[in-house]
């Protein structure tokens, strides 16, 4: 039977640091767990790669000369925005060939011809970019980054209308922000790619606030606190 130590011994010990247990004969002391704030987060099948599976889409795909893209077997500008837009954002948490492909080129298709037609359908993307963001998943942040910044431009007002969501897609924008690639002297091709994390988010930040309006900066400065204005300065 262990002894009870003196008051004396037991202020020392909590003093230190240290518990009773770590003092004793064979202990291990363990340091805190990674926070893993970078670790990649498993995704779970995606109703895009669903409907892509069954074949409701209206799409196929055609090689050309200058590499692949999506046939449209309907006009875009036809489409259910409502319906489809979402759908599409929903795959931008895909990586396999060709959900990934088709999500992706999918998303610009309809931002290039959507018009007037996208802004009504902001708050039905909010949750698919968290999602996408969320995977902490490079190559998906980086797709996302550039469907952000062709949403804000795709159409008048979508930069105001996604300043109410900033909450939902900035932390992570923020915790990816500093994530630049040192090649030393070498030659970054992920620069060349667009493909760099922390420049991406950068540029995604600057353009938010070039298009949100009055709003923008102060709302991404409260959530990015390192963020310089670019119009300010």
């Known amino acids: 039977m262990i002894g009870l130590k003196s008051a004396r011994e037991r202020n020392e010990l909590k003093t230190e640091g240290f518990t009773v247990k770590s003092t004793m004969k064979n202990s291990v002391v363990v340091g805190p767990p990674v926070a893993g704030a970078f670790r990649e987060r498993p995704q779970k099948p995606t109703a895009f790669r669903k409907f892509y599976e069954r074949g409701d889409f209206p799409i196929a795909l055609e090689?050309?000369?200058?590499?692949?893209r999506i046939a449209w077997k309907v006009e875009i500008e036809r489409l259910d925005y409502h319906h489809y837009l979402p759908l599409f954002f929903d795959g931008l948490c895909e990586t396999g060939h060709p959900y990934e492909f088709f999500a992706r080129q999918g998303v610009h298709d309809m931002l290039e011809h959507g018009g007037a037609k996208v802004l009504p359908v902001i708050p039905q993307l909010i949750i698919p970019i968290k999602n996408a963001l969320n995977t902490r998943n490079r190559q998906v942040i980086c797709t996302t980054l550039k469907v952000l910044q062709h949403l804000v431009v795709s159409a008048e007002m979508v930069g105001e209308a996604l300043v109410p969501y900033y909450r939902q897609i900035l932390p992570i924008l923020n915790i990816f922000k500093n994530m630049n690639i040192n090649?030393?002297?070498?030659?970054?091709?992920?620069?060349?790619?667009?493909?760099?994390?922390?420049?991406?988010?950068?540029?995604?930040?600057?353009v938010f606030e070039r298009y949100g309006g009055e709003d923008s900066f102060i709302n991404i400065?409260?959530?990015?606190?390192?963020?310089e204005s670019c119009l300010l300065n």
């Open 183 to 206: 090649s030393g002297d070498g030659i970054d091709y992920s620069q060349q790619k667009r493909e760099n994390v922390g420049d991406l988010i950068q540029e995604t930040l600057e």
């Open 63 to 68: 090689h050309d000369s200058k590499g692949n």
């Open 221 to 227: 400065k409260y959530m990015v606190p390192t963020y």
